[in-house]
């Protein structure tokens, strides 16, 4: 009997409320596999949870993102335990971020930044990046050829860029650090973070205060950054509210922090166990972007974003009413294999590479863009001075329903 036989759709749908499930791939990527073979749309039934879909084909989550208007963001963008989202409940209206709203909301908000994530506006911040990059790999080296990089380098890398596009000084990175933990905090023991909701909103009220500043003084010195352009913005010549400016810097600040750095660990995290594709790097750098492609399919950060339905729509046959709640399992469909060849080889040439780890449609990842122009800097930066690396012990992912990837990542390392 295979191990895929030993466990049931039962127990399988169970990960999805387990984050001890995300910290153990193998387990986790099995789990999946049954789903999308089995049982693609499933209930999922939890005394502390809500009940709700778990969606893992590829196909379904596509079909879904599609359909904004039929499958909404709010009330629940995130899955939490039923207490935890009836708190939520209660204090609504406190954050509303983009991914908590849906048209006509989102459309007027989204264009709000939309011009400054294209492609030609983010161009500018190329010098910076590489500067950034040159100083996480000459960090490298100062710690003497070996460190935890997923701490040492991975999560401190992204932060800086989120200070430069704010317009914020570095003396603001712990604040930041600070932001990032204990709003989206992760449910892993070794990262805990109070859960009590009268600290959260404490915390949320510090930022409000730091952020109006902010507000402020944006609006009387605007400059080239991403925060002149939340505190300067209008939407039918009005301007944004208080809550929805503040909640602009905080999905600005949280989004693009996590995320990033689990990838470029976990990029790392996969080169060194598949030496054939670092030295392929090497030798092709013309490989750069379909390795940073492959590299987030690989590791999928962001584990899955919830809708709720509206109206009643067929998915796989499976008819969904008003009030159901869907899970989109993001790292699920990057390995489906009715989409990708092989999907469990890591091969930094795979092209196309439909990945969904970005979301799709109308809620697509703003700072897709960014993010991978950040890994791509630190690749061209890291990989061309790495003379050797290695494992120097057990790589541990965080313990998480929503957002991350590895902790710790000890390695040793020739860096020039
Ligand atoms: C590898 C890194 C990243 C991954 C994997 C990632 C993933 C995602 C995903 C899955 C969504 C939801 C998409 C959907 O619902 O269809 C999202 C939304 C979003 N992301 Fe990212 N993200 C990353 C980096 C960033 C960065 C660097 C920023 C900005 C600094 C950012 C800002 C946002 C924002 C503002 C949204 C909300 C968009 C909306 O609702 O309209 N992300 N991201």
């Known amino acids: 009997m295979t191990a895929t036989e030993t466990m049931g759709v039962e127990e399988a749908g169970k990960v999805f409320v387990d984050p001890t499930a995300y910290a153990d791939e193998e387990r986790f990527h099995r789990a999946c596999a049954l789903l999308r073979a089995e049982d693609p749309v499933h209930l999922v039934e939890d005394p502390e949870y809500p009940s709700f879909w778990a969606i893992t084909k590829h196909a379904d989550v596509y079909d879904i993102e599609l359909h904004p208007a039929i499958f909404n963001n709010a009330p629940f963008p995130v899955l939490g335990p039923t207490e935890a989202l009836e708190q939520q409940r209660a204090g609504a209206g406190m954050l509303r971020t983009l991914i908590h709203m849906d048209n006509p909301d989102h459309k007027g908000h989204r264009a709000l930044t939309v011009d400054w994530f294209k492609p ?15 100083r996480s790999v000459d960090r490298m080296v100062e710690l003497g050829g070996s460190c935890d990089f997923a701490r040492d380098i991975a999560m401190q890398y992204p932060l800086q860029v989120i200070l430069s596009i704010l317009g914020l000084p570095e003396s603001d990175y712990d604040r930041m650090l600070t932001l990032t933990q204990e709003l989206f905090g992760n ?87 598949h030496p054939d594709q670092l030295q392929r790097l090497r030798d092709d750098p013309g490989l750069l972007d379909s390795a940073v492609d492959e590299i987030i399919r690989w590791v999928t950060p962001v584990k899955h974003f919830m809708r709720t339905a509206v109206e009643p729509y067929v998915v796989r046959g499976h008819e969904f009413q008003p009030g159901d709640m869907l899970l989109l399992s993001y790292p699920s469909a990057n390995r489906d294999d009715e989409v990708f060849d092989d999907p469990f080889r890591f091969d930094i040439g795979r092209s196309p590479n439909p990945h969904l780890a970005f979301g799709y449609g109308a809620h697509y990842c703003l700072g897709a863009k960014l993010a991978k122009m950040e890994i791509k800097a630190l690749l061209t930066e890291l990989v061309p001075r790495l003379r050797s690396v290695e494992l120097a012990g057990e790589p541990e992912l965080m313990q998480t329903t929503f957002v991350g990837g590895l902790k710790h990542l000890p390695i040793t390392y020739e860096v020039e």
């Open 187 to 273: 449910q892993d023991p070794e990262l805990a973070r109070s859960a009590d909701p009268a600290e959260i909103l404490q915390v949320l009220q510090d930022f409000g205060m730091y952020f109006n500043e902010l507000t402020m003084e944006k609006r009387a010195s605007p400059a080239e950054d991403l925060a002149s352009t939340i505190a300067n913005g209008t939407i039918d010549g009005e301007p944004v509210g208080l809550i929805e400016t503040i909640s602009y810097y905080i999905i600005v600040a949280t989004a693009g922090h996590d995320t990033t750095s689990s990838a470029m660990a976990g990029g790392v995290q996969a080169l060194i166990e």
């Open 120 to 134: 030609r506006s983010l161009a500018r911040l190329d010098e910076r990046l590489a500067e950034l990059a040159r």
